[in-house]
């Protein structure tokens, strides 16, 4: 059974920063494209920043410049470095990834828990 675990999520004042962990666990094949998702009450779920498996990225406007994915392979896991935060990117972040199971040609989109952060003096 796979498994997106987050962690890294909590409180911080306007301008700090926080680095979030998402790590994938169980039996499968391989990991390919991964991603952070926000989402905030009433609001539709959407992309902050992605990360391929060979490492290109992507983000969202709203984020450029201030929040940076990374990857290690060898231990599953994908960050999201998040500088110079402000009440706007208060929300609550979910870990996606696109996971082969069984073959390369078999996968399906798997969603971490959510990890809440909220910034706020």
């Known amino acids: 059974q796979v498994q997106l675990v987050e962690s890294g999520g909590g409180l911080v004042q306007p301008g700090g920063s926080l680095r979030l962990s998402c790590t994938a666990s169980?039996?499968?094949?391989?990991?390919?494209?991964m991603g952070w998702y926000r989402q905030t009450p009433g609001n539709q779920r959407e992309m902050v920043a992605s990360?391929?498996?060979?490492?290109?990225?992507n983000y969202a406007d709203s984020v450029k410049g201030r929040f940076f994915v990374s990857r290690d392979n060898s231990k599953k896991t994908i960050y999201l470095r998040m500088n110079s935060l402000n009440a706007a990117d208060t929300a609550v972040y979910y870990c996606?990834?696109?996971?082969?199971?069984?073959?390369?040609?078999?996968?399906?989109?798997?969603w971490g828990q959510g990890t809440q952060v909220t910034v706020s003096s």
């Open positions: 996606h990834g696109i996971i082969a199971i069984k073959t390369v040609y078999e996968t399906s989109d798997y």
């Open positions: 169980g039996s499968f094949f391989a990991i390919g494209d």
């Open positions: 990360i391929t498996g060979s490492g290109r990225t």
